[in-house]
């Protein structure tokens, strides 16, 4: 992450409590021997379904008051040690004897079959100075400060939008006629990828996040994208452009820092991970606010609300439904558990973003509340690389939107619309009518 970014991070870490290191210990946790590995063919107890399709699972809130470092059962039949509370979540994240790795024994996987591992051998998947390596050459791209360049292109793509929306006429369906077309323009723009490719990527990334895609599916979209990148660095090569894919080949490959092989995979990363988190909050944000008429007219009547709303949309509605996983690469005390080397942990993010000790009343939606400091981009060296680019497009997508349609209001009550609830994906709404 560039120096912008991590000052941002960092002013955000100091208004909220300290985090209380985790300490190395040598005795305690599980019984001797165990590693996490799947020991039987047993009923999962995380992750739960929701019952209120705009708050998490009631479990998570017992746990993180109960339990809040809880053994759980994962679906692969692999025990994991599961984080609800802020502060051990960060903590977890920010600690170099948990890796994101997960070729180590004992990371905690989700799947009983053996679904093929999209990041693995990705820097997404590498820790300590080999992930650094990476995150250099990119971070780059998505400071603060290139996000705030990148704006222009964002308002004129929302406009283009709402433009077409207002010409085709209500209802129209906001997911895809706005929610996902801005975050994938955009990244599209980022990399250098014309526009009219984008359909490809949104099909194709949506069936490698997909936990109902078979193995086969999930190496065929890999492998479509990939080979489409390959052909496009391919004739970046020949005609370089004012973007990303270019900048690597030339300041990356052509000095030897990065393999060529390479550049087509991290496009594909950061194309993959570009729209469709971008597109699920723009959705379920939206819905949330016109679920909401106190806090839109507010956020209506001051603009200046923008940026906070954004902020406690992320917070209050964590669209990452099981977490990050990690290994423990020794043992190590949190809170009152040991967790043994070659044990899994899974952060819970939607339950430390509605933890009481850090954020009051935390179910309630409140866009005046101070929310900086919420780990819904996640926390320590692996936070989302684009998070400076994805709060722009949401700023100015939900400002210009109901700026647009004063009056825009759902086709449906809340429970008629189609939510993605299967709890491997990312939460949000796959339909949303409305009319204005």
């Not at 040598?26 to 708050?55: L, Y």
């Not at 050459?137 to 705030?148: D, H, I, N, V």
Request: glycine letters at 8%.
């Amino acid at each position: 992450m560039a120096d912008e970014a991590q000052a941002a991070v960092h002013q955000e870490a100091r208004e909220v409590p300290a985090v209380p290191a985790v300490q190395a210990v040598q005795a305690g946790g599980r019984p001797e021997g165990h590693q996490g590995e799947p020991t039987a063919d047993r009923e999962p107890t995380f992750p739960r379904e929701r019952t209120c399709p705009f708050a998490p699972p009631a479990e998570y809130a017992h746990w993180q008051a109960e339990q809040p470092v809880a053994e759980v059962v994962l679906p692969s039949g692999q025990d994991a040690w599961l984080l609800t509370r802020y502060q051990d979540v960060r903590a977890m994240l920010d600690d170099p004897r948990f890796s994101a790795d997960s070729a180590h024994p004992g990371f905690p996987r989700m799947y009983r079959q053996a679904v093929p591992q999209v990041l693995k051998g990705t820097f997404l998947r590498m820790d300590g100075a080999d992930h650094l390596r990476y995150r250099r050459m990119l971070g780059k791209e998505f400071t603060a400060k290139g996000a705030k360049e990148m704006r222009p292109l964002v308002e004129r793509t929302v406009d283009g939008l709402l433009d077409r929306m207002a010409e085709q006429g209500s209802p129209a369906d906001l997911v895809t006629a706005l929610a996902y077309p801005v975050p994938s323009t955009t990244i599209c723009g980022v990399l250098g990828v014309p526009y009219e490719d984008r359909a490809r990527f949104e099909d194709s990334t949506r069936v490698m996040i997909s936990g109902r895609s078979t193995p086969d599916e999930v190496v065929r979209a890999k492998e479509e994208i990939l080979g489409y990148l390959t052909g496009l660095v391919a004739a970046k090569e020949r005609e370089p452009g004012d973007d990303l894919i270019s900048r690597l080949l030339e300041e990356q490959v052509a000095t030897g820092e990065l393999d060529r092989d390479e550049v087509p995979v991290l496009a594909w990363l950061l194309l993959a991970a570009g729209h469709d988190t971008t597109a699920s909050m723009i959705g379920l944000g939206a819905l949330l606010l016109m679920e909401h008429p106190g806090q839109l007219a507010a956020l209506r009547s001051d603009p200046g609300l923008v940026a906070g709303t954004v902020e406690e949309l992320l917070r209050h509605q964590t669209i990452m439904q099981i977490g990050m996983n990690r290994v423990a690469l020794e043992d190590v005390r949190i809170g009152d558990r040991t967790v043994r080397a070659g044990e899994g942990v899974v952060a819970q993010l939607m339950a430390a973003n509605r933890d009481p000790e850090v954020f009051s009343d935390p179910d309630r939606f409140d866009i005046t509340r101070s929310a900086r400091g919420h780990v819904a981009f996640g926390f320590g060296p692996h936070q989302c690389l684009g998070q400076m680019l994805a709060r722009v497009e949401l700023q100015v997508t939900l400002a210009r939107l109901f700026e647009r349609f004063p009056k825009l209001r759902t086709v449906r009550p809340v429970a008629e619309i189609p939510f993605r609830h299967h709890m491997f994906g990312l939460y949000g709404v796959t339909e949303l009518m409305v009319e204005w």
